[in-house]
Structures are given as C-alpha cells and as structure tokens.
C-alpha cells in the first residue's frame, strides 16, 4: 500500500501532465505530444489509485476487474467509431462521466462511513455540500448529454423543441435546486436527496432540448464543462487530489471554450448555460419553401473553373466527414499545387459537429498546418480568390444568417464563401443543413452545385485535372 504523502506527490505530478496535455491539445502541431502527456498522467492516477487500495484481497480485485472490462469496452468502441460519430460518443462519454458522479453521491449519502465522512443523518456538513452540489450538476450533465446524443444520432429531431413558459419553468426549478442543497444540508433527509437528483435530472433534460442543432458543438464544449465541475465536486467527497485537479482541468477549459466559440459566433454566452441558445418560436418553415432554380454542374465543369483559378480556398463540411474524402481532397488539393494554384483550407469554429471536427480530419490526411485558417484568419480572402470549393460544409457558409433576423443562425459570423468569383458547392441534394433552414448560397448566380457523393466528386475532379 502506497502513503498518503506519496500518493500526493504522484497525483500532482498527473495533474501536471494533464496541464501539459490540454497545453499540447491547444494546436494541432502539438497535438500528439498533448494526448501522450494525457495518456502518462491517467496511467499514473489509475496505479496510484490501485496502490491506495488497503484490502488487495477483495477491493483491489473488484476495482481491477471493472478497470479491465470498462477499458475493454471503451477500446473497442474507439477502435470502431467512425470520426463521423465522434461528437455523439463525446456526448455519450459525458454522460457516463455525469452518471458516474451520481452514483458516487449516492454511494456517499447512504453510507458514509465509508468514505471518513461521518454517519447516516450525521454528515460532515461540508462534504454534504460538496457532495450535493457534485450530484447536482453530475444529474444535470448525464440527462442533458443523452438528449444531445440523441439530437446527434438522429433519434430525436435536431430543431428547437421549446413550449410556452419554457425559461420561467427552467429558472423556478433551478432555484428549486438551490433551495433543495440548502435544506437538505440542514435536515439530512433523504427524501431530500432523492427529490434533488430527480429535479436536477429533469433541467438537465430541459436545458438542451431548445437548443437547435446548428448550435450543437457549443453544447458538447458546455457538457464537457459541466462534467468537469461534477468529478471535481465529487473529488472532494472522495479526498482524491487527483480528481479535483483533473475535473477543475475540465471544467475551466470547457467553459473557456465555450466562450470563446460563442463569442466566435456572437452568441450569448448565457445564453447558453441557461438553455435558451439557438432557440426561436418564429423559425421559418422550410417544408413548404419555394423551390428556386439552380446551376449544377459535374467533375468536367469544375475541373475547368479550377484549371484556369490563380487562387482557391477549400471549405471543408461535415458532409466531408460523412463521404470520408479528406484523403481524395488532400489529393485534389497536391493536383491544384502542381499546377501553380495556391490553395488554403477554411474553417469555421463550429464546421462539423465538434470543436476541432474539421482539423482533425486534415490533419489525418496530413494537411499542412500552414495552409489550414481559421474564419477571422481568411474571411477577407474570399473576394479576392478565384474559386471557394464547398465540400459539405452548409450552415456555416449561409448568407440568411446575416439577412434574416428570424433564422435560428442569425447572427452567427459565416465564412464568406458568396464573395468569390466562383464557388463550387459539393452537396447530394438541395436539403438543409443541421440548423434546418435552406441555403441561400446554393441559388446565387455564382455558385455551380456538384450534386453527388463528396468523396467520387473530388476523385472525378482529380482526374480531369490530369488530363
């Protein structure tokens, strides 16, 4: 068995590496080197953790075991998932992450003794404040994951689900909480415990729905806060200096990306964490909107506009992500450059359905890191490039987000891809994006849509730029 000075000692230098880690995951140059500082420091808190077990006989076996089979499912399950996906099993971790705050709590509450926390009825009064608190938001971060998992995976609709009296109904039950902490602080009454966990599932539930799916990358940076303050909560029910480090790591780094993307899109951040983002009682009904012409092309066509371009700037999509065809891209792209046509990647803070969706994905198909740009980087750009190539990418590139004070993405900064001379837009249909609303780039006088899958296009495209 380890000491308790040692096991300080070993938990903050895990702490450190997880600093450096999300210090590495800061830029996609250092990336690799972050995940392997994060991988380092988990490995030591796990071992640590296992030391820290008094009874090798009976807890350190369990624990082992379910170490093993839990490692064993999340291997499997990452070794399997598409990066089409990923944003949904980022959703669905966060759930477990919540869950898994919840059941510590409760472990906690019933039995205290077990943690050096006091007696049933009789809990230090600190620890039960911790604990709540920790409960709380952990409830609140696993009902609100699942609803965004299933936004994600399609299994509800991606649209603002809001009713009337939705925000005075989420406020009273938000004070509710506080008053349910308060008063259970003072009695200790289960009862209490158990209505507290009931109304904190419920907001959590509330707080996402009316949040549409264009929107949906800025909640998955805000649930991963959320889980975050739920492990550090619970870390200091447990004593566990590394969890406290680990869930204050999260918690601040999460919010601080979610402020950061919401100031990129001029949102509220409040807005946000109240649950009112991205939703509009007067969205426009797109079922029974007015079909408009449009020019559409082939491989032939756009091979021709880019043959003949100084300059072109690829914005990549989450229909990208679908097709897969970032490798044909980055091939397109290699085609472009030997011809002397200077080529650079757009990307828009919330292309895809995560943060860093897009990088990601060129950077697996070994991208540069010079010619990748970010919107406030490369949007003055457009109106002097030759031609935009659009492979995927809609909400983002919508010009009703600045026209239409009624659109749900009103507002939201978008790459101005409508400004080039030409754009190329990669798409299997004229159907709307995540956010639901129609494109207005598709109908205007410079746009060509390639109407086929992003992945055979962008071959096809290569090919006639060989010729």
């Known amino acids: ?39 380092l420091g988990m490995i030591i808190a796990i071992t640590v953790t296992f030391l820290s077990i008094g009874n090798f006989s009976t807890g350190f076996i369990f624990v082992l075991i379910f170490v093993l089979v839990g490692g064993s499912i999340g291997a499997f399950i990452a070794y399997r998932i598409p990066m089409t996906a990923m944003p949904e099993l980022v959703a669905g971790f966060h759930s477990l992450v919540g869950l898994a ?38 409830a609140i971060t696993f009902s609100g994951s699942v609803i965004a998992f299933f936004k994600l995976q399609g299994i509800m609709s991606g649209s603002p689900i809001i009713f009337k009296g939705q925000h005075p109904l989420n406020a009273i039950i938000l004070i509710s909480i506080v008053v349910l902490i308060y008063l259970l602080c003072s009695t200790q009454s289960s009862n209490l415990f158990w209505i507290l966990l009931a109304c904190s599932f419920l907001i959590g539930f509330l707080l996402i729905i009316p949040i549409g799916g264009a929107d949906m990358p800025v909640v998955i940076s805000m649930l991963n806060s959320y889980s975050g303050w739920a492990a ?44 009112g983002f991205g939703a509009t009682e007067d969205a426009k009904d797109n079922s029974t909107k007015e079909q408009r012409p449009v020019k559409s092309g082939n491989a032939d066509d756009a091979a021709f506009l880019m043959k003949n371009a100084s300059s072109v700037i690829i914005v990549p999509g989450y229909g990208m992500a679908v097709a897969q065809a970032q490798h044909a891209l980055r091939e397109m792209v290699d085609t472009l450059k030997k011809n002397d046509i200077k080529v650079s990647y757009a990307i828009h803070p919330v292309a895809g359905r995560m943060p860093g969706h897009m990088n990601v994905l060129l950077a697996e198909a070994n991208v540069p890191y010079d010619e990748v740009f970010e919107l406030e980087e490369i949007n003055n ?16 590139t919508n010009p009703v987000a600045k026209t239409d004070p009624q659109s749900p993405i009103f507002g939201m900064p978008i790459l101005d891809v409508e400004k080039c001379k030409s754009v190329l837009f990669v798409k299997r249909s004229l159907s709307p994006g995540y956010a639901g609303i129609d494109n207005d780039l598709f109908y205007k006088e410079n746009t060509l849509m390639l109407f086929a899958d992003a992945k055979k296009m962008t071959e096809d495209i290569t090919k006639n730029l060989q010729i």
């Open 381 to 396: 750009d457009f109106a002097n490039a030759d031609v935009a190539f659009v492979i995927g990418a809609n909400d983002v």
């Open 101 to 138: 705050a919840v059941f510590v709590a409760i472990s906690a509450f019933l039995n205290p003794q077990a943690f050096n926390l006091g007696t049933p009825g009789n809990i230090k009064l600190g620890s039960l404040i911790e604990m709540s608190i920790g409960a709380a938001v952990g």
């Open 232 to 275: 550090a909560g619970i870390g200091f029910t447990l004593e566990n200096t590394a969890l406290i480090i680990t869930g204050a790591l999260v918690g601040s780094s999460g919010a601080i990306l979610s402020y950061i993307m919401c100031k990129g899109m001029n949102r509220s951040f409040f807005n946000v964490i109240l649950g």
């Open 1 to 39: 068995m380890i000491s308790a000075n040692l096991s300080a000692i070993f938990y903050l230098v895990s702490g450190v590496l997880f600093i450096l880690a999300l210090r590495g995951l800061s830029s996609p140059e250092t990336s690799r080197q972050g995940n392997l500082f994060g991988i």
